[in-house]
């Protein structure tokens, strides 16, 4: 059909109609309110469909149709309110995106699209950028990413980019072969984890380093509470990948708590070379530690960690993928090794690898004190910050997720510290607090949870 040209109200094409390779429907045309595609009806291979062009309410492809290879949905395709599918429209059962097909960028599902049972991305097809579920979308029961399905470069679920609020992976869910998200688990804001859920990961068949390790189908034994007991809450279903050795006697004074990412070797190097480097300071030993996650960049990067970790023995990594939104998880990984690990640290400071700590100024304030304050959480205070509504901000923060109009005081992620009992009561709420990113926005929501937040 020429420009500005559709099918009216009620029109169709009959069972086992279709057009032919290389018909395409140009810009401004559509599918009328009402129009439905029959059974076994289908595009066939080449054809596409132009900028501009979409399908209006409540137009949907029938059982068994679908899109043949090669076939496409070009850029900003859909129709009014940012381009997708509209309100209520799905593929039925049985239909889904063959070999090959990706849905382009800025294309998504609107509320209550979803795959119905049995639908799916076949081999090779992904989701490119910026591809999202919106509000009420999810996964049925059984579907699933198939074997070599995955987002494209970048990957990880972040704010602008993955399942919105109230969206959810369904029981039997799962992306990629040996690798899925545990039964009522759900993304929603950069925390990446809903409420006490846990992480579930099948690291050999993930494809993470150490996969052939069986400690890591358990919670690791070594990441407990101070004196024995029951695997801390928040930690129970991060296997760890690398962990150095416990501290000593004597403890250090200040545990100096770095996240990293893995191919920031140079920034790590200059932190033990400056501020970093253990030392004792007129008497009070300090220690540092990295924490990080597994790289998305490629095996050699993975290898060139593994043998930084041996040579330094400073090196925590955690079998989660090391994306921004994971930042909270290897946050807590940190905390939780400093309390189950080096127990008789009187102070933990987290810093980025980014930034510079004068430590001797920092013990001089800490050592300071004739009563030691016993629940520390000290650092530069944000006031009244305004939680991210826009759904493709970076820290997007859904109403449903969090209400309130702003977060309570919390200190920057650049750098804080921690008495050790307020970093045991972090750790203890944290499985009770909203997964609300970014990191340092969580540490405080944990730290006013347990009533140790700033005044």
């Given at each position: 059909?020429?420009?500005?040209?559709?099918?009216?109200n009620g029109g169709g094409f009959a069972k086992g109609l279709g057009?032919?390779?290389?018909?395409?429907?140009?810009?401004?045309?559509?599918?009328?309110?009402?129009?439905?595609?029959?059974?076994?009806?289908?595009?066939?291979?080449?054809?596409?469909i132009a900028n501009g062009a979409g399908f209006a309410d409540g137009a949907g492809f029938a059982?068994?149709?679908?899109?043949?290879?090669?076939?496409?949905?070009?850029?900003?395709?859909?129709?009014?309110?940012?381009?997708?599918f509209a309100n209520d429209v799905g593929f039925a059962n049985g239909a889904g995106f063959a070999k090959g097909l990706g849905i382009a960028n800025g294309a998504g599902f609107a509320n209550g699209g979803s795959f119905a049972k049995g639908g799916g991305f076949a081999s090779d097809a992904g989701n490119a950028n910026a591809v999202g579920f919106a509000n009420g979308g999810g996964i049925a029961n059984d579907a699933g990413f198939a074997i070599?399905?995955?987002?494209?470069?970048?990957?990880?679920?972040?704010?602008?980019?993955?399942?919105?609020?109230?969206?959810?992976?369904?029981?039997?869910?799962?992306?990629?072969?040996?690798?899925?998200?545990?039964?009522?688990?759900?993304?929603?804001?950069?925390?990446?984890?809903?409420?006490?859920?846990?992480?579930?990961?099948?690291?050999?068949?993930?494809?993470?380093?150490?996969?052939?390790?069986?400690?890591?189908?358990?919670?690791p034994p070594n990441l407990t509470a101070p004196a024995g007991g029951a695997p801390l809450p928040v930690l129970a279903g991060i296997p760890v990948l690398a962990s150095p050795p416990g501290c000593g006697t004597p403890s250090p004074f200040l545990l100096l708590l770095v996240p990293s990412a893995p191919a920031h070797f140079a920034q790590r190097q200059a932190v033990r070379d400056t501020w970093g480097g253990s030392g004792d300071f007129g008497g009070l030993p300090t220690r540092t530690l990295f924490g990080l996650g597994v790289p998305v960049e490629g095996e050699a990067v993975g290898a060139a960690v593994q043998e930084e970790a041996r040579r330094h023995g400073d090196v925590l990594q955690g079998a989660f993928a090391d994306t921004y939104a994971n930042l909270t998880p290897k946050t807590l990984l940190l905390l939780g090794w400093a309390a189950a690990r080096c127990p008789g640290a009187r102070f933990v400071l987290k810093a980025d690898d980014d930034s510079f700590v004068h430590v001797p100024g920092l013990l001089s304030l800490l050592g300071g004190w004739r009563t030691p304050p016993r629940r520390l959480y000290l650092g530069r205070v944000h006031w009244r910050v305004r939680p991210e509504r826009d759904p493709r901000g970076r820290h997007h923060v859904p109403a449903a997720l969090y209400p309130p109009a702003a977060f309570p005081p919390y200190c920057s992620g650049s750098a804080y510290v921690l008495s050790a009992p307020a970093v045991l009561a972090v750790l203890e709420v944290a499985p009770r607090v909203p997964p609300v990113g970014p990191e340092d926005v969580f540490v405080g929501l944990c730290a006013r949870r347990a009533s140790r937040g700033p005044p």
């Open positions: 059909a020429a420009d500005g040209g559709g099918i009216a057009i032919a390779n290389g018909a395409g429907i140009a810009n401004g045309a559509g599918f009328a309110k009402g129009l439905s595609i029959a059974n076994g009806v289908g595009f066939a291979k080449g054809l596409g059982n068994g149709a679908g899109f043949a290879k090669g076939v496409g949905i070009a850029r900003y395709v859909g129709p009014a309110n940012g381009g997708g070599g399905a995955g987002l494209a470069a970048g990957a990880g679920i972040a704010n602008a980019a993955g399942i919105a609020n109230a969206a959810e992976i369904a029981n039997g869910a799962k992306i990629a072969n040996g690798l899925h998200i545990a039964n009522s688990a759900s993304f929603a804001n950069a925390a990446g984890i809903a409420g006490s859920a846990q992480i579930a990961i099948n690291a050999a068949a993930a494809g993470i380093p150490g996969g052939d390790n069986p400690a890591l189908s358990a919670p």
